[in-house]
């Protein structure tokens, strides 16, 4: 099984989506994780400056080590779905 199938199964086992609410009465809107008002934005820019999970986890008490993957898996499946993924070259 290549790792592109092995990335697609992990998606659909973790069911990020019960995570991730948008309310137009929340936060503008933006995407959030559920009964918190942490968005899924802060998340992603807190990895990106190189949080681990645990610190964010400290830094936002209301999430947990479960919510913060489940931002991962959103992201991740939203750039797949999103973004065109070009073939390795050959090294025929």
Do not use: W
Not at 4 to 19: I, L
């Amino acid at each position: 099984m290549d790792r592109k199938s092995n990335v697609g199964d992990y998606f659909m086992a973790m069911n990020y989506r019960q995570y991730i609410v948008r309310d137009p009465a929340i936060c503008g809107g933006e995407s959030v994780v559920k009964d918190t008002r942490v968005t899924i934005r802060t998340i992603l820019a807190s990895l990106a400056e190189g949080m681990t999970v645990a610190e964010i986890v400290k830094d936002f008490p209301t999430l947990d080590e479960a919510a913060v993957r489940a931002v991962i898996a959103f992201a991740a499946a939203s750039a797949e779905e999103d973004l065109p993924i070009p073939a390795a070259p050959s090294h025929a």
